[in-house]
T-cell receptor, first 115, second 109 residues
Framework: DTGVSQDPRHKITKRGQNVTFRCDPI?????LYWYRQTLGQGPEFLTY????????KSRLLSDRFSAERPKGSFSTLEIQRTEQGDSAMYLC?????????????FGEGSRLTVL | GIQVEQSPPDLILQEGANSTLRCNFS?????LQWFHQNPWGQLINLFY???GTKQNGRLSATTVATERYSLLYISSSQTTDSGVYFC???????????FGPGTRLSVLP
């Protein structure tokens, strides 16, 4: 069991550029979540998938943000036309949802810095 | 939406001391987890505890769902326990987990 992996771990970009983060969940986990965390705050929910279906999106997820999970395996989170306020740690988690939601397991995160 | 509060916000201990961290939530919940965020930012699972009591080494947790709170006990603290402790709750099955603001723990040698 290799755990949740995220790539890249760090990304520095200039304002206005597009960035994409990838998350590979624990194999056989059907639920995948994206959270964002800024300094000194708790993680804030962005969106989650059950298999390939995106079931919930936060109001934090502006139209510059898009997430996909093709084939219900890995997921990507893309931010278009980045702004300095997008600087944060982007966290991915997965769980084995069934009769219950199951325990969340997080990856190491992708830290974004927008200059 | 559901509100999650954690107390205290900051805690400084001498190595070997015991501590209790509290998580209050404003409505009934389907699930609750405790996490430790290490200095590198990774969230480490401590307990998956929607109700009842669990123990894992020097750590234990109790959730009293009917009274809408959970407690995390750390005994004989070590410097490696330093970091931020978060509780996260799921209001209904199939919803997202909402995190509290965290308790920042510093254990001094």
């Amino acid at each position: 069991d290799t755990g949740v992996s995220q790539d890249p771990r760090h990304k520095i970009t200039k304002r206005g550029q597009n960035v994409t983060f990838r998350c590979d969940p624990i194999s056989e986990h059907n639920r995948l979540y994206w959270y964002r965390q800024t300094l000194g705050q708790g993680p804030e929910f962005l969106t989650y998938f059950q298999n390939e279906a995106q079931l919930e999106k936060s109001r934090l997820l502006s139209d510059r943000f898009s997430a996909e999970r093709p084939k219900g395996s890995f997921s990507t989170l893309e931010i278009q036309r980045t702004e300095q306020g997008d600087s944060a740690m982007y966290l991915c988690a997965s769980s084995l949802g069934g009769a219950n939601t199951g325990e969340l397991f997080f990856g190491e995160g992708s830290r974004l810095t927008v200059l | 939406g559901i509100q999650v509060e954690q107390s205290p916000p900051d805690l400084i201990l001498q190595e070997g001391a015991n501590s209790t961290l509290r998580c209050n939530f404003s409505d009934s919940v389907n699930n609750l987890q405790w996490f430790h965020q290490n200095p590198w930012g990774q969230l480490i699972n401590l307990f998956y505890i929607p109700s009842g009591t669990k123990q894992n080494g020097r750590l234990s947790a109790t959730t009293v769902a009917t009274e809408r709170y959970s407690l995390l006990y750390i005994s004989s603290s070590q410097t490696t326990d330093s970091g931020v402790y978060f509780c996260a709750v799921e209001r209904h099955y199939g919803q997202n987990f909402v995190f509290g603001p965290g308790t920042r723990l510093s254990v001094l040698p």
